[in-house]
């Protein structure tokens, strides 16, 4: 059943509103494994899931030293900022597809993401990020057969937003 989004800014499926989708702790486990343990980066950059829905993911990454970018105001690095971006729209990306999916095993939807990658990555640099952690949100705003387009935020431990993102991947 291939429906398409009443919406472009829908990111679920069109069945969404009648019977929200709810991941299997296989799948959600499955996704955290590959995210933060076998993308070896994530695992350098510290990133951990605390949020894991079809239309929403959410993780952090605690400040510590060797993410320093500017020594004498303990600021977190730019780079860490883009590269945590990138990940999160990526794994926005991964949760779309695996909702879109539902039909298959949670086997069969980890196995999806093999093509995965960032077409395209715009960050917009706000304020300094200085912050004992931070917290990366992300959301697919259209999941297309071949392209997906996200919006990422990156945030202090008190709410307050440092950068944004958007992206594209190529997921087919």
């Excluded at 929200?20 to 076998?38: A, H, Q, T």
């Excluded at 510290?46 to 605690?62: H, Q």
């Amino acid at each position: 059943m291939n429906k398409k989004p009443a919406s472009g800014a829908d990111a679920a499926p069109a069945t969404a509103a009648t019977s929200p989708v709810i991941f299997e702790e296989e799948f959600v486990s499955g996704l955290k494994k590959i995210f933060e343990e076998r993308i070896v980066f994530n695992q350098l950059l510290g990133l951990k899931i605390t949020a894991l829905e079809p239309t929403r993911v959410v993780a952090r990454i605690d400040m510590r030293p060797e993410l320093v970018g500017h020594f004498a105001f303990n600021r977190v690095h730019g780079g860490v900022i883009s590269a945590g971006l990138d990940a999160m729209g990526g794994l926005a990306v991964m949760a779309a597809i695996g909702a879109r999916h539902m039909d298959e095993t949670p086997v069969q939807r980890l196995h999806r993401f093999g093509k995965l990658g960032t077409i395209d990555l715009r960050i917009d640099y706000l304020r300094p990020g200085i912050s004992p952690y931070f917290e990366l949100h992300a959301h697919v705003l259209r999941l297309g057969s071949r392209v997906a387009s996200t919006r990422m935020e990156f945030l202090g431990a008190d709410g307050t937003l440092f950068s944004t993102g958007a992206a594209a991947y190529i997921v087919s």
